[in-house]
């Protein structure tokens, strides 16, 4: 049975840093794509970044680049989500989610079938 587990959610201050980890088990195959997208309360789900788990290929969206960072560890099956110089709004309830097939954007989030519970990040002084 294929599972997603978020860790690494917890409160920090501004200009601080988290680290998340999504660890996925279960699948016959690697996952083509692992990406973590955000929900704030009253906002539409946001994607954070995606990274291509053959090649290592990342993408971010425009409101963490220069600030967050994926990376993964295939022995592992685990992928990293880096959150430096966080905001309050970065604030949000955090996903990461697995596609198997490529195509698309990457911020397409119907193309995922599976998806984590989520672990909350909070922003605040």
């Known amino acids: 049975q294929v599972s997603l587990t978020e860790s690494g959610g917890g409160s920090v201050q501004p200009g601080g840093s988290l680290r998340l980890s999504c660890v996925t088990s279960g699948f016959d195959f690697p996952p083509v794509i692992v990406a973590w997208f955000r929900r704030a309360p009253g906002k539409r789900r946001e994607g954070v970044g995606s990274?291509?788990?053959?090649?290592?290929?990342?993408y971010y969206g425009d409101s963490v680049k220069g600030r967050f960072t994926l990376s993964q560890d295939s022995a592992k099956n685990t992928v990293y989500l880096q959150m430096n110089s966080l905001k309050p709004e970065d604030s949000a309830m955090y996903y990461c989610?697995?596609?198997?097939?490529?195509?698309?954007?990457?911020?397409?989030?119907?193309?995922?079938?599976?998806w984590g519970p989520g672990t909350q990040v909070n922003v605040s002084s």
């Open positions: 989610a697995a596609r198997v097939a490529s195509g698309g954007p990457w911020t397409y989030e119907n193309a995922y079938g599976y």
């Open positions: 990274i291509y788990i053959q090649s290592g290929a990342t």
